[in-house]
């Protein structure tokens, strides 16, 4: 589609010229008002008048066109034609108008100087472009086009593409979106504290997610991974004792295995009457060797016992325990080590070791699980009162109390559900007689009587009858497996057990929980970021909308849509620079110092990965709302475009 147009009558004929040469090749569409141009060039002509299409015809094309070059003066077809001499000079004079003229010519070293009144002087040289022809005009014919050869082929490379040179850089554009950011009214700049609070929110939340879904064995173990844990709602005494001895059983424990002991502190400290715990899971000694013990080394007898180094670490986390820890003196797992453990009616244990099995586990001979748990989950007893019932008392071991007790009568409770009591309740109890009090739904029988230097009420029974007792009044029981999947088939399956893998449950649990961590940190961050975006597709709406006439005049002028995108890009880069990521690294370093608090090391990971990931987020999502509202529109002509009667 060519339009012809602002061109002399020289310049006009060479381009008719070439473009008839061109039509031999190739359609050409030509769009003038000079008819006789069409006339004499046209194979066919199209007239319009008014945007409609009034003639549409085959032209006849014709054989001379009357069409005056500007600059060609022929001078045989002037009205004036004379010559003038004098002296050595010659003046030959052509005119077309035969008006008074009133003409100066000075000839002066060598210099032709000219005044004229009221006329246009122009000098014809080599440069002027006039030409002079000694001769009279005739009328173009078609010889003029016939014999003018263009080769398109040899112009027009076929593998040649033009090549757009854009009038934007990214660089330019961000320049200029600082510009235009510094010129922003004092509402718009308080505006940009939006993005400030959304960045930091935003990387918040990433780092709190990447904090949730980065799990550790660590963080859901807290029993030996390889017990299992039979809930059966009341254990039966026989029943356990069955399944002790079932060949893929390496031995059970009644309840859950948890128990505390009380560190024993140094005299200064004991008189302060600071008391701390340590809590844990029961694990039989001989499931870790030398190699499980990174600190200290394996116990060597039955008093002596190992842990877990993550139950150290839980009670200097903890802020309670690490409170009385510091005011006790002990302020690191150092001085843990070799510190005497104190529960009631035994002899004290010693911490020798520190492991690394993940799990909370005390590591102690399991001869003495019984009577360790016993300090925990003890048997209430009725004890004689004024009226002559039981008043409530414990059964304990009574090789505990061997040391501080003298049997006065009777003898020692050698058997299963035979027991010996304080000498001060031998008038009221007989000896061999049975007792209201109930083991395993069995009624305990005097067998002898005590007499106590600590004045010692205790029911002293066997350790066995102490082992019915606690595993009567036991909901449910761990199992250490020799093999862990057999043995879970045996007491889901052939015992009808509600059995689970401790280390499998807890791991799902933990997981499931992540889940909806994970979630509500996602909708928080989804809400947060969703704001941020609302807001920066106002800001970029409204600018855009300030601009539009700006961007109609450089579509109609040839500017492509990618360089008014660039424009765009580089005030969205420019407001994300300055306004979010002061954001980021504000959050970046808040986060860094919670990190260091004790419980919420875990919940955040402020990393280069992170922050990366946050700010690529942040750029790129703002990049693509920021520029939501000019998609719609770009997409117009430019004259729609100029034509929106939504802005001034």
Same mark, same amino acid.
Do not use: W
């Given at each position: 589609?060519?339009?012809?147009?602002?061109?002399?009558?020289?310049?006009?004929?060479?381009?008719?010229?070439?473009?008839?040469?061109?039509?031999?090749?190739?359609?050409?569409?030509?769009?003038?008002?000079?008819?006789?141009?069409?006339?004499?060039?046209?194979?066919?002509?199209?007239?319009?008048?008014?945007?409609?299409?009034?003639?549409?015809?085959?032209?006849?094309?014709?054989?001379?066109?009357?069409?005056?070059?500007?600059?060609?003066?022929?001078?045989?077809?002037?009205?004036?034609?004379?010559?003038?001499?004098?002296?050595?000079?010659?003046?030959?004079?052509?005119?077309?108008?035969?008006?008074?003229?009133?003409?100066?010519?000075?000839?002066?070293?060598?210099?032709?100087?000219?005044?004229?009144?009221?006329?246009?002087?122009?000098?014809?040289?080599?440069?002027?472009?006039?030409?002079?022809?000694?001769?009279?005009?005739?009328?173009?014919?078609?010889?003029?086009?016939?014999?003018?050869?263009?080769?398109?082929?040899?112009?027009?490379?076929?593998?040649?593409?033009?090549?757009?040179?854009?009038?934007?850089?990214?660089?330019?554009?961000?320049?200029?979106?600082?510009?235009?950011?510094?010129?922003?009214?004092?509402?718009?700049?308080?505006?940009?504290?939006?993005?400030?609070?959304?960045?930091?929110?935003?990387?918040?939340?990433?780092?709190?997610?990447?904090?949730?879904?980065?799990?550790?064995?660590?963080?859901?173990?807290?029993?030996?991974?390889?017990?299992?844990?039979?809930?059966?709602?009341?254990?039966?005494?026989?029943?356990?004792?069955?399944?002790?001895?079932?060949?893929?059983?390496?031995?059970?424990?009644?309840?859950?295995?948890?128990?505390?002991?009380?560190?024993?502190?140094?005299?200064?400290?004991?008189?302060?009457?600071?008391?701390?715990?340590?809590?844990?899971?029961?694990?039989?000694?001989?499931?870790?060797?030398?190699?499980? !013990?990174?600190? /200290?080394?394996? =116990?060597? *007898? &039955? +008093? %002596?016992?190992? $842990?877990? @180094?993550?139950?150290? #670490?839980?009670?200097?986390?903890?802020?309670?325990?690490?409170?009385?820890?510091?005011?006790?003196?002990?302020?690191?797992?150092?001085?843990?080590?070799?510190?005497?453990?104190?529960?009631?009616?035994?002899?004290?244990?010693?911490?020798?070791?520190?492991?690394?099995?993940?799990?909370?586990?005390?590591?102690?001979?399991?001869?003495?699980?019984?009577?360790?748990?016993?300090?925990?989950?003890?048997?209430?007893?009725?004890?004689?009162?004024?009226?002559?019932?039981?008043?409530?008392?414990?059964?304990?071991?009574?090789?505990?109390?061997?040391?501080?007790?003298? !049997?006065?009568? /009777?003898?020692? =409770?050698? *058997? &299963? +559900? %035979?027991?010996? $009591?304080? @000498?001060?309740?031998? #008038?009221?109890?007989?000896?061999?007689?049975?007792?209201?009090?109930?083991?395993?739904?069995?009624?305990?029988?005097?067998?002898?009587?005590?007499?106590?230097?600590?004045?010692?009420?205790?029911?002293?029974?066997?350790?066995?009858?102490?082992?019915?007792?606690?595993?009567?009044?036991?909901?449910?029981?761990?199992?250490?497996?020799?093999?862990?999947?057999?043995?879970?088939?045996?007491?889901?399956?052939?015992?009808?057990?509600?059995?689970?893998?401790?280390?499998?449950?807890?791991?799902?649990?933990?997981?499931?929980?992540?889940?909806?961590?994970?979630?509500?940190?996602?909708?928080?961050?989804?809400?947060?970021?969703?704001?941020?975006?609302?807001?920066?597709?106002?800001?970029?709406?409204?600018?855009?909308?300030?601009?539009?006439?700006?961007?109609?005049?450089?579509?109609?002028?040839?500017?492509?849509?990618?360089?008014?995108?660039?424009?765009?890009?580089?005030?969205?880069?420019?407001?994300?620079?300055?306004?979010?990521?002061?954001?980021?690294?504000?959050?970046?370093?808040?986060?860094?110092?919670?990190?260091?608090?004790?419980?919420?090391?875990?919940?955040?990971?402020?990393?280069?990965?992170?922050?990366?990931?946050?700010?690529?987020?942040?750029?790129?999502?703002?990049?693509?709302?920021?520029?939501?509202?000019?998609?719609?529109?770009?997409?117009?002509?430019?004259?729609?475009?100029?034509?929106?009667?939504?802005?001034?």
């Amino acid at each position: 589609m060519s339009q012809l147009g602002n061109l002399d009558s020289k310049n006009s004929l060479e381009i008719m010229n070439i473009i008839k040469a061109i039509s031999k090749q190739r359609l050409v569409l030509l769009v003038t008002h000079e008819v006789d141009l069409a006339q004499f060039y046209a194979t066919r002509i199209i007239k319009l008048e008014d945007g409609n299409i009034i003639k549409d015809y085959q032209n006849e094309e014709t054989d001379s066109l009357e069409y005056r070059v500007d600059n060609k003066i022929y001078l045989q077809d002037m009205k004036l034609n004379k010559t003038l001499t004098a002296d050595n000079i010659k003046l030959d004079i052509y005119s077309d108008d035969v008006e008074n003229i009133d003409i100066k010519l000075v000839i002066k070293n060598g210099n032709i100087y000219i005044k004229g009144q009221n006329k246009k002087i122009e000098v014809i040289d080599e440069n002027s472009g006039i030409e002079l022809i000694d001769g009279k005009y005739q009328k173009i014919d078609k010889s003029i086009y016939e014999n003018h050869k263009y080769n398109l082929d040899e112009i027009i490379n076929k593998s040649f593409k033009p090549k757009y040179s854009s009038i934007y850089s990214i660089l330019k554009s961000i320049k200029y979106g600082f510009n235009k950011i510094l010129n922003y009214t004092v509402l718009r700049k308080i505006l940009l504290l939006g993005f400030l609070l959304s960045s930091m929110f935003v990387i918040y939340s990433i780092a709190n997610i990447k904090g949730i879904t980065d799990i550790r064995e660590s963080d859901y173990v807290t029993m030996d991974k390889n017990y299992l844990k039979a809930d059966v709602g009341m254990v039966n005494v026989d029943n356990y004792l069955k399944y002790e001895n079932l060949d893929c059983v390496d031995y059970l424990i009644p309840g859950d295995g948890n128990t505390s002991f009380r560190i024993k502190m140094d005299n200064f400290y004991q008189l302060s009457n600071i008391s701390v715990y340590l809590n844990g899971y029961l694990v039989d000694i001989n499931k870790i060797n030398e190699n499980s !013990i990174i600190k /200290g080394r394996m =116990p060597e *007898n &039955d +008093y %002596e016992l190992a $842990i877990d @180094k993550k139950i150290v #670490e839980k009670m200097l986390k903890d802020p309670f325990s690490s409170v009385n820890l510091k005011e006790a003196g002990i302020k690191n797992e150092d001085e843990l080590l070799n510190r005497k453990l104190i529960i009631d009616g035994m002899k004290e244990f010693t911490i020798v070791g520190f492991s690394d099995n993940l799990g909370e586990s005390i590591y102690v001979k399991k001869d003495l699980f019984i009577n360790i748990l016993n300090n925990k989950t003890t048997t209430m007893f009725e004890m004689p009162s004024a009226n002559g019932d039981l008043d409530e008392s414990t059964v304990k071991d009574y090789n505990l109390f061997l040391e501080d007790i003298k !049997i006065t009568k /009777g003898r020692l =409770p050698e *058997n &299963d +559900y %035979e027991v010996i $009591i304080n @000498k001060s309740k031998e #008038e009221e109890i007989e000896l061999n007689k049975t007792i209201k009090t109930e083991v395993n739904s069995k009624q305990l029988t005097v067998v002898g009587f005590y007499e106590s230097k600590t004045n010692s009420q205790n029911y002293l029974v066997n350790l066995n009858t102490v082992k019915y007792d606690i595993i009567s009044k036991a909901k449910n029981f761990l199992v250490y497996p020799k093999d862990k999947q057999t043995a879970l088939n045996i007491f889901k399956n052939e015992y009808h057990l509600n059995t689970i893998d401790v280390y499998e449950k807890a791991k799902k649990d933990y997981i499931q929980e992540t889940k909806e961590r994970i979630k509500s940190s996602v909708i928080f961050a989804g809400s947060i970021l969703a704001i941020s975006l609302v807001e920066i597709y106002l800001m970029m709406r409204s600018s855009f909308l300030s601009r539009i006439k700006e961007i109609g005049v450089l579509r109609a002028i040839g500017i492509k849509k990618q360089d008014i995108y660039k424009m765009f890009v580089g005030e969205i880069l420019s407001i994300t620079t300055i306004a979010s990521l002061p954001g980021i690294a504000l959050m970046s370093y808040i986060l860094n110092q919670i990190s260091k608090i004790p419980y919420a090391d875990r919940m955040f990971i402020i990393n280069f990965e992170t922050i990366g990931l946050s700010i690529c987020l942040i750029y790129i999502f703002n990049i693509l709302v920021g520029l939501l509202p000019l998609f719609k529109v770009i997409r117009k002509t430019p004259a729609r475009i100029l034509t929106r009667n939504d802005v001034e």
